[in-house]
């Protein structure tokens, strides 16, 4: 059986156990569901590892009490490369489910693809990773390092796990693989991200709430303060302006269609994109900043008052 039959034959799999692992509510967030579920996910992962070659597959924990699951594999040469495989098993949490147009928990097929909390990122990819592994069987020509994480979307502990343990994460190369592609249909190979800040910026301006109708005017006004600094993010074209970021790259590679990538995002009709170079220039090659959200007064509830 050559390898496309051995894959194919392998794929039956892989929708019922995602369908599984999707069913499990990994919110690695103990206000939000019971840390139980995170642990039953890492369970899973664990024991469809270990069925996979990584017999040594065991759990380690981090700082912020979640467990990763590691395990190495090793290949038919010792002196071979050493190839990480990751993905985290937690997932963000669904918020409004009522919101949802398919259950955020339950593995949904619709016009093809398939939909559920984690389905695409990242425990479709520990489906890949195994998958990939089942189909190569003992034909995988390196050795195999194993780490699936369990608070990536939150705490991100492994970071501060990973400087003390180095010697057993060494490799040659590391495959993160929710990176997605241009288009169904179209691999692709993703060798650089960009990095990521988050910043929180925290405005003071007056001891407390002033009525606006009194002092508005010349009383300063935090919420507008903070307003204006974010506006100077983004010019009128809506080009990144930090400064000491470049943003004039161009993307040498293959195309993103402006029709295309308005339909994969949702754009509306009338609203216009962000940048004066191309989609792939911009969301490929040039830095992004988005505000994530902002505290202030809502609407319903909200005073003549300056915020302080």
Same mark, same amino acid.
């Given at each position: 059986m050559d390898l496309r039959e051995r894959i194919a034959s392998a794929m039956g799999r892989v929708r019922p156990e995602l369908a599984e692992l999707v069913a499990i509510r990994s919110v690695a967030d103990p206000r939000q569901f019971p840390p139980e579920e995170c642990a039953r996910a890492a369970r899973w992962v664990l024991d469809a590892f270990a069925g996979a070659g990584f017999s040594d597959a065991r759990l380690a924990e981090m700082a912020d009490g979640s467990h990763a699951v590691l395990g190495t594999r090793p290949g038919p040469d010792p002196a071979a490369p050493t190839v990480l495989l990751y993905a985290h098993y937690d997932v963000q949490p669904p918020l409004d489910e009522a919101a949802w147009r398919t259950p955020p928990f339950e593995l949904t097929e619709v016009n093809g693809r398939w939909y559920g909390r984690g389905a695409a990122d990242c425990k479709g990819n520990i489906a890949m990773h195994l998958t990939a592994l089942r189909a190569l069987g003992d034909e995988v020509p390196v050795n195999l390092t194993l780490v699936v994480e369990g608070s990536e979307e939150t705490t991100g502990a492994l970071e501060g796990w990973v400087p003390g343990h180095a010697d057993l994460l060494r490799a040659d190369a590391i495959l993160v693989c929710d990176a997605g592609n241009a288009a169904v249909g179209h691999p692709a190979v993703t060798v650089s991200l960009r990095g990521v800040a988050d910043v929180i910026v925290h405005v003071e301006a007056l001891t407390a709430e002033l009525h606006s109708g009194m002092y508005g005017g010349a009383?300063?006004?935090? !919420?507008?303060?903070? +307003?204006?600094? !974010?506006? #100077?993010?983004?010019?009128? $074209?809506?080009? #990144? #302006? +930090? $400064?000491?970021l470049d943003n004039t790259q161009v993307w040498p590679g293959a195309p993103y269609p402006a029709e295309t990538f308005r339909a994969d995002a949702g754009v509306l009709d009338g609203v216009s994109l962000l940048g004066d170079g191309t989609v792939p220039d911009m969301v490929w090659s040039r830095p992004a900043v988005t505000i994530l959200g902002i505290d202030c007064p809502p609407v319903v509830g909200s005073a003549p008052a300056i915020t302080p």
């Open positions: 009383a300063p006004d935090a !919420l507008a303060a903070l +307003v204006a600094m !974010l506006a #100077t993010l983004r010019d009128a $074209r809506g080009n #990144t #302006t +930090v $400064r000491g």
